[in-house]
């Protein structure tokens, strides 16, 4: 079973970027550099066509949506 999880896991399909008007994609009310966000890789691919290494990146980033996996390039 572990291994099946570790093989579905590795051949995992990329994210298509997220649908969203571009406008309304970044918010540069929060983008913030002064936030730590830990260094887990956990990616989410974001409305700009950016992967990012987790939710939190996204977030201080000013992403305003995202999905869960790594963007399509």
Same mark, same amino acid.
């Given at each position: 079973?572990?291994?099946?999880?570790?093989?579905?896991?590795?051949?995992?399909?990329?994210?298509? &970027? $997220?649908?969203?008007?571009?406008?309304?994609?970044?918010?540069?009310?929060?983008?913030?550099? &002064? !936030?730590?966000?830990? &260094?887990? *890789?956990? $990616?989410?691919?974001?409305?700009?066509?950016? !992967?990012?290494?987790?939710?939190?990146?996204?977030?201080?980033?000013?992403? !305003?949506? *995202?999905?869960?996996?790594?963007?399509?390039?």
């Amino acid at each position: 079973m572990l291994f099946f999880l570790f093989v579905h896991a590795k051949n995992k399909i990329c994210e298509t &970027t $997220p649908n969203i008007e571009e406008g309304d994609c970044i918010d540069s009310l929060l983008i913030n550099d &002064t !936030t730590y966000c830990i &260094t887990v *890789y956990d $990616p989410v691919c974001g409305c700009d066509g950016i !992967t990012y290494s987790n939710s939190c990146f996204a977030g201080i980033s000013g992403i !305003t949506f *995202y999905v869960e996996g790594e963007c399509c390039n």
